[in-house]
């Protein structure tokens, strides 16, 4: 079971463009998530969805836009990158936005020059 | 505002127990969860607290206090595998994890 895939693995970006960060699960999930990691910081919390269709904010919304068209696939949207958003971007599922355990995917490191 | 406090880094040795701890300050609290982040790769669930007490699964323990916002991982006999880092997340009133920035465990042989 391939459980989550992020694609791409790793990006350089200029600053400027726009770029969409891919993340598809395959274990029916209601709930997706995207989180970025930084130095020092916990894991963010970019946006959320509970369920294909429907999506919300998370603390760090700013910059990035996402949709979930269907129940597998998940993609973020970064339409005019700035430096300020180079990091760590992982992708994650859960049954239900509950307290169900989250699982990730394995991460895109983006570096915007 | 919400805050999530553990060491930045711990070093233990092989075969020992570790004790990580956690405080947390969150709007509204629906359990604490840990898990587990080895360099370059995602985290890993570990536990589930949300009732308090001490919750044991193999090497691996997780104590909650809900009333001291306190919660602790424990780690036993001790493997050089173990060397990783650790989150602490809470999950708050709105159903939104709230994580700490991790505790990076350094084990030595």
């Known amino acids: 079971t391939a459980g989550i895939t992020q694609a791409p693995t790793s990006q350089i970006l200029a600053a400027g463009r726009s770029m969409t960060l891919r993340c598809t699960q395959d274990?029916?999930?209601?709930?997706m998530y995207w989180y970025r990691q930084d130095l020092g910081l916990g894991l963010r919390l970019i946006h959320y969805?509970?369920?294909?269709?429907?999506?919300g904010k998370g603390e760090v919304p700013d910059g990035y836009s996402v949709s979930r068209a269907n129940t597998d696939d998940f993609p973020l949207t970064l339409a005019s990158a700035v430096p300020s958003q180079t990091s760590v971007y992982f992708c994650?599922?859960?049954?239900?936005?509950?307290?169900?355990?989250?699982?990730f995917g394995p991460g895109t490191r983006l570096t915007v020059l | 505002g919400q805050n999530i406090d553990q060491p930045t880094e711990m070093t233990a040795t092989e075969g020992a127990i570790v004790q990580i701890n956690c405080t947390y300050q969150t709007s509204g609290f629906n359990g604490l969860f840990w898990y587990q982040q080895h360099a370059g790769e995602a985290p890993t669930f570990l536990s589930y607290?949300?009732l308090d007490g001490l919750e044991e699964k193999g090497r691996f323990s997780s104590f909650l206090s809900r009333s001291k916002g306190y919660s602790y991982l424990l780690l036993k006999e001790l493997q050089m595998k173990d060397s990783a880092s650790y989150l602490c997340a809470v999950l708050d009133s709105n159903y939104q994890l709230i994580w700490g920035a991790g505790t990076k465990l350094i084990i030595k042989p």
């Open positions: 274990m029916r999930h209601n709930a």
């Open positions: 994650a599922s859960s049954d239900s936005r509950t307290a169900d355990e989250q699982f």
């Open positions: 607290n949300v």
């Open positions: 969805s509970n369920t294909a269709g429907t999506t």
